[in-house]
C-alpha cells in the first residue's frame, strides 16, 4: 500500500549543529509534501512545504530538499537550537484523478538537541 | 487569533462510557479534521468536512465513532461505547480552503484514557 516511513527514530545533534531528517515516501503519484513540528504535549505545527514541480524550498532556517528519482525528501535544519527540540513529521498528498488529497503522515522523527 | 481550540484536554472514562470530544475551527476555515495519535499508529486521519459536508470518513475505525459539524464553527467526535484501545490523543486540524492540499492547523489535542 502507499505510505511515507521515516529513516530514522531518533535523531541527537548539538546545538549550533546542522540538522538533516530523512522521509522516503512509496507513492510516486505524490505531488505535495509538507514537514510538520510537533512539541510535547501539543498539537503538529507546519514548518514549510514543497509541491513536485519544484526541488528545493527555504523558509527560516529550514530547508527542504525534494528527490522525486529516489522518491525521497529531506528536511535540513540550520544551527539547530534547542527549541527545535521536538518529533517531524513528514506528509504527502496527491491530487491525482480521484483522490481527495488526503495527508498521509510518516512516523515522525524525534530531534533531540544537546546543549 | 486563538487557533483551532479543542475540548476537553483531557478526559479519563471507563470502558463503555460516551465520549465526546469538541472542537471549534479557526474563523473562516472551510476545512476541518479529525485525527488520532498513538505510539504505534502514528497519525491516522479519522474523517474530514469541506464546508460542513464530511468528504472521507474512511479512517474511521468502526461504527463505535460518529463525526459531525452542524455549522462552520463546530464538530464533534463521539465514541459510543468507549473502549481502552480508543485511548490516544485525538486532534482537530482546519485549514482554509476546501480539500486537504493546503496547510493544516492543528489544535492542541485532548489526551483520551479509557479505563
Known amino acids: 500500500g502507499e505510505s511515507v516511513g521515516l529513516h530514522l527514530p531518533t535523531l541527537s545533534v548539538q546545538e549550533g549543529d546542522n540538522s538533516i531528517i530523512n522521509c522516503a515516501y512509496s507513492?510516486?503519484?505524490?505531488?505535495?509534501f509538507i514537514w510538520y513540528k510537533q512539541e510535547s504535549g501539543k498539537g503538529p505545527q507546519f514548518i514549510i512545504d514543497i509541491r513536485s514541480n519544484m526541488d528545493k524550498r527555504q523558509g527560516q532556517r529550514v530547508t527542504v530538499l525534494l528527490n522525486k528519482t529516489v522518491k525521497h525528501l529531506s528536511l535540513q535544519i540550520a544551527a539547530t537550537q534547542p527549541g527545535d527540540s521536538a518529533v517531524y513529521f513528514c506528509a504527502e498528498t496527491s491530487m491525482a484523478s480521484g483522490n481527495t488529497g488526503k495527508l498521509i503522515f510518516g512516523q515522525g522523527t524525534t530531534l533531540q538537541v544537546k546543549p | 487569533d486563538a487557533g483551532v481550540i479543542q475540548s476537553p484536554r483531557h478526559e479519563v472514562t471507563e470502558m463503555g462510557q460516551e465520549v465526546t470530544l469538541r472542537c471549534k475551527p479557526i474563523?473562516?476555515?472551510?476545512?476541518l479534521f479529525w485525527y488520532r495519535q498513538t505510539m504505534m499508529r502514528g497519525l491516522e486521519l479519522l474523517i474530514y468536512?469541506?464546508?460542513?459536508?464530511?468528504?472521507?470518513d474512511s479512517g474511521m475505525p468502526e461504527d463505535r465513532f460518529s463525526a459531525k459539524m452542524p455549522n462552520a464553527s463546530f464538530s464533534t467526535l463521539k465514541i459510543q461505547p468507549s473502549e481502552p484501545r480508543d485511548s490516544a490523543v485525538y486532534f482537530c486540524a482546519s485549514s482554509p480552503r476546501a480539500g486537504t492540499r493546503d496547510t493544516q492547523y492543528f489544535g492542541p489535542g485532548t489526551r483520551l484514557t479509557v479505563l
Open positions: 507513492n510516486s503519484a505524490s505531488d505535495y
Open positions: 474563523s473562516g476555515h472551510n476545512s
Open positions: 468536512f469541506n464546508n460542513n459536508v464530511p468528504i472521507d
